[in-house]
RNA sequence: GACCCCUUCGUCUAGUGGUUAGGACACUGGCCUUUCACGCCGGCGACACGGGUUCGAGUCCCGUAGGGGUCGCCA
């Protein structure tokens, strides 16, 4: 029986002829205009959940409040979510709510859920669980403490704040008709049979309320699974203006997809074995309730990007060259015209040294570019009056050269330095900027045995010409 | 103000009464490399505090402090 949080599903029961009820859980952001990285967490955990125990993963869409709500804050979230590479069995296709959604469970818009509600405002209503209050419709709350079974949490009792002592009973229907977020959340989730509710412990507290509606409607309660909070790294509460908040800094800060999960993943949760690479596979085979943390977690930029860079080494060549294309393209340039063997030279000097998909294009860049741009610093460094005898010295060695490789290229510039009595490093440093234009890079032999003697010539002269 | 949750190196964490408190990232010393990295070998670095319980507590209990969350006709 996979996943800990499926043992005890009473659900289950009510489907004589299964003993399961297969895991429903479901993501539901309200569409604000951006993607916060906890609610990416959030959807995170949801999916590999039903991944993990073969269940379904529902995403539905709160979108009650239509002042701000628009199809594009809609598509920034599915596009999130997409980049991530987390889909979803049922819910929305594209951000407008009009659109036929997947799923036999829909509509997953809330802005069409309306008669639904209408019904079980209704049925409260009948039952004297609700009642009309100034316009508005308010629920009938108990006095009594409410205990919240949280299988990450354990049970918790939740009592009445003084200010809900002073009046327990909360508004269900605003006085303009429109349903609030905790009847609309409860009752979404009971038509959808959702089994399994994890989300972010910011809800904690006001899971006394939606425990009170299920009872009320007289439905059994979901598993609920409070998960810790993604905090500044400084540790104060994160808002939308802090950096890593939004999703935007992983889309286009460099990241693959599986470092972002891979990152995410261990917010909250631990395999427990030490563990830190994984590849989403593994995550989906391993994630479980046992180690998701009970504690806030901080962001840490640095973990990230060690974590990027692991995955990015463990991409095949293929996908590799795909990544790093698609970063030269971005960055202007053309790599059309260059054959497929001096790209794949290219690309096989940056293998296991690129940290970042955004570093791609100043790194190899030279390789595409007709003139070098120079590094002002390191031009001024290393492209001196000076060295420029010696570097017109290795171009004339270079240019006597039968074989242009790597070996050769090293000979021939340890022979020119002995000869001129000069440390290697004093032919090296200019060499290179010569070629590259920086003083960091790619193997000097190499990069200039994939630049070709006809190109490395051409480059020391335009150096030679500014020295 | 009330209510709820949380507290092991800077960060993410392992740890379920007996450990020299382990790992990763970060930082740092060295090696390797005639660039930058990678890699390898070291180092620094934590049980928030105070009481209990116990032969014995990071592990259990209480309190304090700190952090986070909630108490809305926002979601």
Request: hydrophobic letters at 40%; glycine letters at 8%; a negative charge.
């Amino acid at each position: 029986m996979p996943g800990g949080w499926v043992a005890g599903n009473v659900r289950a029961g009510f489907f004589g002829n299964r003993l399961f009820m297969s895991v429903r859980v479901r993501f539901a952001p309200s569409p604000t205009g951006y993607l916060h990285i906890g609610g990416a967490r959030t959807a995170l955990f949801n999916w590999l959940y039903a991944r993990h125990t073969g269940g379904t993963f529902v995403l539905r869409v709160e979108d009650t409040d239509d002042a701000r709500n628009t199809r594009e804050a809609v598509d920034v979230i599915l596009d999130g979510l997409r980049w991530l590479g987390l889909d979803w069995d049922e819910g929305p296709v594209s951000g407008d709510a009009m659109q036929e959604s997947k799923g036999d469970r829909g509509p997953y818009f809330q802005s069409q859920r309306g008669e639904i509600y209408q019904r079980r405002i209704q049925e409260l209503l009948d039952k004297d669980l609700a009642y009309e209050h100034e316009g508005a419709v308010k629920f009938r709350m108990t006095r009594e403490p409410v205990t919240i079974p949280d299988v990450v949490a354990g049970d918790v009792v939740r009592k009445l704040t003084d200010r809900e002592e002073a009046d327990p009973d909360f508004v269900i229907v605003r006085s303009d008709g429109k349903p609030v977020f905790h009847l609309v959340n409860v009752v979404d989730d009971i038509e959808m049979d959702i089994t399994h509710v994890i989300r972010g412990e910011d809800h904690l507290s006001n899971t006394s309320k939606h425990v009170e509606l299920f009872k009320a409607f007289g439905a059994a309660l979901p598993k609920f699974a409070h998960i810790p909070l993604i905090l500044n790294n400084d540790g104060s509460k994160m808002s939308k203006r802090d950096s890593g908040a939004s999703m935007a800094a992983y889309t286009e800060g460099g990241y693959l997809p599986s470092a972002v999960v891979n990152y995410l993943s261990l917010l909250g949760w631990s395999p427990k074995d030490n563990t830190e690479m994984m590849p989403t596979a593994e995550l989906i085979e391993r994630f479980d309730r046992p180690g998701v943390q009970r504690a806030n977690a901080r962001v840490d930029m640095p973990t990230l990007d060690w974590l990027n860079f692991e995955h990015i080494r463990a991409l095949s060549p293929d996908d590799f060259k795909s990544q790093a294309l698609g970063q030269l393209q971005a960055a202007g340039l053309d790599t059309t015209g260059r054959d497929a063997d001096y790209t794949a030279a290219v690309l096989a000097l940056c293998t296991d040294k690129i940290k970042n998909l955004n570093d791609v294009a100043g790194y190899i860049g030279f390789f595409f570019r007709d003139e070098v741009v120079l590094d002002a610093e390191s031009a001024a460094q290393a492209l001196t009056p000076e060295n420029k005898p010696h570097l017109a010295t290795l171009r004339e060695a270079y240019a006597g050269l039968a074989t242009f490789d790597a070996d050769s290229l090293m000979e021939a510039l340890k022979a020119t330095a002995a000869a001129r009595e000069v440390k290697n490093k004093v032919l090296v440093m200019p060499a290179r900027v010569a070629c590259t234009g920086s003083k960091v890079g790619p193997s000097l032999y190499h990069l200039m045995e994939v630049l070709g003697q006809a190109e490395v010539l051409k480059r020391f002269d335009a150096a030679l010409a500014r020295m």
